[in-house]
């Protein structure tokens, strides 16, 4: 295990971003109460582009400005149980945990500090790529609690899971207007929103 | 009070469609915990049409085409603290109630029947219009469970209220597919989903 690392060279405009980006249901789960997600592979919302390759929703664009990713450790414990190489190989993968002997895992590094204090840190450390926020719930409110989400990319899939995982965890959030949110629709009915806070935040 | 009189002169095809329009915030919610919706009015969702009159999302349209509006007791009483005259005037207004002695208001019926039952008796007297499922969470989460909502036009705002009444309300609701969902994105980040049961409903 280490401490986080990134070293504190604040650079105002510089900072590395905190962006979410996840999808949810039109009920506003990120996930059923036991953190699967497979009802977004469901065949009613397969999606093609116009040269026939499956529609990706700016994931590889997104993707490759991606510097590290950060997420709890209950994700982590989601996106093991996928099975397979851990997805995000190559990048700086953070997973919070209260942990005291995490796993070995050589494509992470498991951190016991508070999520705030690291991404304040971490945002400072410019040239490195932004820092998606993978979630879950609970370290995505953490972090929108703390005022440290930048942009916001939430994919809104037409299903109702009637319950779940709530995209900012399930304890309280301040009531936060998204002005300036622009949304994208997709033939299959998925909903792509970004807000990006303005003005920019030079923490 | 009344109880419910739609006659029974069921006609397959012919059947009256219950609608549900209704908005919602990015996280699912209708209204705040005490039912309030003016979130709904801020100036940040402010939005013309070409012509310069306000957009009505379809509002107006939709209302032409309702025979009648069902709603909560709950509703009904954060409907009546608006102020004003009753919005639907001139529409059969139902209410449903487990209040022994309701208010003496000459804009509604008040009902203290199932409203699964009523609806089903509702949709077999043709002619009379679209019922209007108006709200709020518990009796749209009835109306879900008993399969009886034939078209959804539901609006997302992009505002997360953290807290409040859910669209469908508390009880648990079975998870639903949205399959063929169309999704409508506003300038102002609103978007418009509308979902239509198929095959038809004929109950």
Do not use: C
């Not at 998204?178 to 949304?183: F, I, M, N, R, S």
């Amino acid at each position: 295990m280490s401490t986080s690392d990134p070293s504190p060279k604040a650079s105002k405009g510089t900072e590395r971003l905190l962006e979410l980006y996840a999808a949810i249901s039109l009920d506003g789960f990120l996930a059923r109460p036991d953190g699967s997600v497979d009802w977004l592979e469901d065949p009613a919302f397969a999606l093609n582009r116009a040269d026939g390759s499956p529609e990706d929703y700016g994931y590889a664009a997104f993707y490759a400005r991606v510097g590290s990713t950060l997420m709890g450790g209950e994700t982590y414990r989601v996106v093991q149980g996928f099975g397979g190489d851990f997805p995000y190989i190559g990048k700086d993968n953070v997973v919070f945990t209260r942990q005291a002997d995490p796993p070995d895992d050589p494509h992470v590094r498991f951190v016991q500090e508070d999520p705030a204090a690291w991404v304040r840190r971490a945002k400072s450390s410019p040239g490195q790529g932004s820092i998606w926020l993978v979630g879950g719930g609970q370290i995505n409110g953490i972090l929108l609690r703390a005022g440290l989400i930048d942009r916001m990319d939430v994919f809104v899939f037409p299903i109702l899971l009637g319950q779940g995982i709530p995209l900012f965890g399930k304890a309280p959030i301040p009531e936060t207007l998204l002005a300036g949110a622009q949304a994208t629709a997709y033939p299959n009915g998925v909903v792509h929103w970004r807000h990006e806070r303005t003005p920019p935040h030079h923490a």
